[in-house]
């Protein structure tokens, strides 16, 4: 049993971030997925637009998900990572090298993002009409 974590926030679920999870999953044989919550978004300088039960529920409903739990810091991870007993980290490409301190524990694998899509292209979207 091959075990994945990743980490995000994950607002307005969109194919982009499906994608990731899709890879993510298909690196081993079960997902975990860090979820952020507002306080640690407020860290982030993000403000989600649904709240983290919602956000967690979109995720939950997704087959490449197997658990979520709360991201509350950004020191967190070494921890999650030897708790969860996990295998592979993974994160889009826009954090390219950001978390390999993680790599004597785990395998670190940054994935290519999908371009032309992100929440807040959505949000603005929304906002305009
Ligand atoms: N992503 C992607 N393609 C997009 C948008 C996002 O592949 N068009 C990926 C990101 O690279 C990230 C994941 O989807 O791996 C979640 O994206 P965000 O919710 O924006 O996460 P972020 O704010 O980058 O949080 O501790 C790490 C942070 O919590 C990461």
Redesign the pocket.
């Known amino acids: 049993m091959k075990r994945v974590i ?6 307005t679920l ?4 499906i ?3 899709q890879r ?1 999953r298909a690196l081993g044989d079960y997902l975990i997925v ?1 979820l ?1 919550t507002d306080e ?2 407020a860290l ?1 300088d ?1 403000t989600a637009f649904h709240s983290w039960e919602e956000r967690k529920a979109h995720l939950e409903a997704l087959r490449y998900v197997d658990l979520v739990i709360p ?1 509350n810091t ?1 020191e967190q ?1 070494r921890e999650d990572v030897q708790l969860y007993k996990v295998d592979i980290f ?6 390219h090298g ?2 390999d301190f993680l790599s004597d524990l785990c395998e670190v694998v940054y ?9 807040t292209m959505i949000r603005d979207k929304m906002r305009t009409g």
């Open positions: 990743t980490y995000g926030t994950f607002d969109h194919y982009g971030h994608r990731l999870l993510a860090a952020s640690f978004n982030k993000k991201e950004w991870k993974t994160m889009g490409d826009d954090w950001k978390f994935m290519p993002r999908t371009e032309g899509i992100s929440s």
